[in-house]
């Protein structure tokens, strides 16, 4: 099986801008709160499509049902493919919001899937922040009482915004992203989100928008605290510069920085891959695509050894399972 571009799901949502089309490249229409970009989903309804070659038009849950092995490899189990990868444009700030744990939502009836995710952020406005944890010494009963008297931002960790930061946001950590920012978000497949806070703002109706308070307390882990920017660990020099950013129970992030071509190699499951900087040839046998920013690439296990061979000097993102 080549690799595997699909379709995105776009997604139009109050807090949207136009950088999904004017900076990723992305087909958006004339609006000004396009959010959401799903580069790679198969999450109830909402499934992207193989854009091109012999699968085309076959939807990723098809793609699971009929081609498991082919695309997972030794991770061959999962009757649903496990990550939902997007893009999303932060032009407004986002509520207060929390996830579920895997046991949380089966035990919520909201699915078999938790969400644990990760940022990566392309872009940031100077005044740019987000919002991760809670401070030190926040419990239930003191958000609660900032909850009734609207001032939960009292409560929450922040830190400026930086491009290249990455984030990691397991299951259970309170957290917004704020105005200005520009992110690849990789996550369980899962849309469960509680939200929390809504900073008092009214939704298009003129009335609040539905909280889940009760919840998203429930859901809550009181004892993480603050969370900050995750410091890479590299893992190689030569021939080029690999750090991993992440490494959980649900997905590992790896950035490589390339001036040489590369090759992964074949270690029996998928990788997805999405330039980050400039632009970088994937082989794999017959097959051949030059990516850029905006652009995401699905390489199954069947694709065997995939090379990286970037134009200039580019910097990858690569994504795959534990």
Not at 153 to 162: D, Q
Not at 177 to 182: A, D, F, Q, R, S
């Given at each position: 099986m ?9 997604k139009?949502?109050?807090?949207g ?13 004339d ?43 030794r ?61 030190s ?15 939960v ?10 491009r ?12 917004a ?6 992110l ?7 849309d ?81 891959l999405m330039p ?12 051949q ?34």
């Open positions: 080549q690799p595997l571009e699909f379709h995105p799901i776009l139009r949502i109050r807090w801008g136009r950088r999904l089309g004017t900076v990723l490249g992305k087909p958006i229409g609006a000004s709160d396009y959010a959401e970009s799903w580069e790679i989903a198969d999450c109830g309804n909402d499934q992207t499509t193989v854009a091109e070659g012999p699968f085309e038009g076959w939807t990723l849950s098809r793609l699971v049902a009929a081609e498991g092995a082919a695309l997972f490899g991770n061959r189990g999962p009757a649903h493919f496990p990550l939902l990868i997007k893009f999303l444009d932060c032009n407004d700030r986002l509520s207060v919001q929390v996830h579920p744990n895997d046991e949380q939502a089966r035990r919520m009836g909201r699915g078999s899937n938790g969400k644990t995710e990760a940022w990566v952020i392309l872009e940031a406005k100077p005044d740019s922040r987000i919002y991760a944890g809670l401070k010494g926040v419990d239930r009963r003191s958000l609660e009482r900032h909850l009734d008297a609207g001032t931002e009292e409560c929450l960790h922040s830190f400026p915004a930086r290249g930061d990455c984030v990691f946001i397991p299951a259970g950590t309170v957290h992203l704020g105005e200005g920012i520009l690849v978000e990789t996550q369980q497949s899962s469960v989100t509680f939200r929390l806070f809504d900073w008092g703002r009214l939704g298009p109706d003129g009335k609040p928008r539905p909280l889940h308070r009760d919840e998203a307390l429930a859901c809550i882990d009181f004892e993480r605290g603050p969370v900050n920017p995750i410091a890479p660990r590299e893992v190689a020099k030569r021939p080029e510069r690999t750090e991993e950013l992440v490494s959980c129970n649900y997905f590992v992030l790896r950035r490589r920085t390339l001036s040489h071509p590369l090759s992964l190699g074949d270690n029996g499951t998928f990788h997805v980050l900087a400039g632009q970088v040839d994937v082989s794999a046998g017959d097959y695509k030059r990516l850029r920013l905006g652009e995401t690439l699905l390489a199954p296990a069947a694709a065997g050894g995939v090379t990286l061979s970037p134009a200039g000097e580019a910097i990858v993102l690569e994504i795959s399972p534990p």
